[in-house]
């Protein structure tokens, strides 16, 4: 990673450190439907990519293992306290609580970008509104493919740019606004970047506007 590289992904984690406190008062992104549908969709170990503070917690599939990671220690450390508080309220259930039964997570810091695990290491990676942020998103998706076994799943639900001839455009003007503000890109071609990380593309849910959508996708 080159240095200008490195220094967007220290930023990256300075800027979640700081949300971290009112990230959850914060962050409206993701109907709890639209969560749920990512995690139906996961099967055997799964990665999550940037966790967060464990929004996505509720929606764990039953049957499932997780090692969820992120960039920012105080991010983490929002989530570790959720799955400490739901231990104690269900003791002997596991470290976590998905929708309908213990779900075994794994909290982990790291990078998207530089991920700590040998090669086909994971059946399922999954992200809900990550790489909107990860500075070098194809290196990211890279290396979730390098980490998922062969025919392995990838699951993202994403906001991007919208592919027409006023909003895009729009878009585009306003995305160095906006990722000075609150450090994601609008103008992403999430699609397009999930192609060139070699991925191929099963299918893509329009869910909003065609901004917000479901990839689903797998390494041949």
């Not at 914060?26 to 969560?35: A, K, N, S, V």
């Not at 503070?53 to 997780?66: E, L, Q, R």
């Not at 450390?77 to 231990?87: S, T």
Request: aromatic share 6%; with cysteine.
């Amino acid at each position: 990673m080159n240095a200008k590289a490195s220094q967007a992904t220290r930023a990256t984690q300075r800027r979640y450190d700081r949300l971290a406190p009112f990230y959850d008062r914060l962050d409206r992104m993701g109907q709890p439907g639209w969560r749920r549908r990512v995690f139906q969709e996961t099967v055997g170990q799964v990665l999550e990519i940037g966790v967060g503070t464990g929004k996505n917690f509720p929606f764990y599939k039953p049957g499932t293992s997780v090692t969820a990671v992120d960039i920012s220690p105080r991010m983490l450390e929002v989530a570790r306290r959720k799955l400490d508080a739901a231990r104690q309220k269900n003791p002997g259930s596991g470290e976590g609580i998905g929708d309908g039964g213990p779900v075994p997570v794994k909290l982990m810091l790291t990078d998207a970008q530089s991920l700590p695990f040998p090669d086909a290491s994971f059946d399922c990676a999954v992200a809900t509104f990550v790489f909107c942020s990860v500075p070098d998103p194809v290196l990211g998706l890279q290396e979730i493919r390098r980490v998922l076994a062969p025919g392995g799943r990838l699951v993202l639900l994403e906001h991007m740019r919208r592919d027409d001839r006023i909003v895009g455009p729009l878009m585009d003007l306003l995305n160095p606004l906006v990722v000075r503000m609150v450090g994601a890109n609008i103008n992403r071609r999430t699609v397009e970047n999930v192609r060139k990380a070699d991925f191929a593309v099963d299918q893509v849910d329009d869910l909003s506007m065609n901004i917000v959508k479901l990839i689903l996708a797998h390494r041949d």
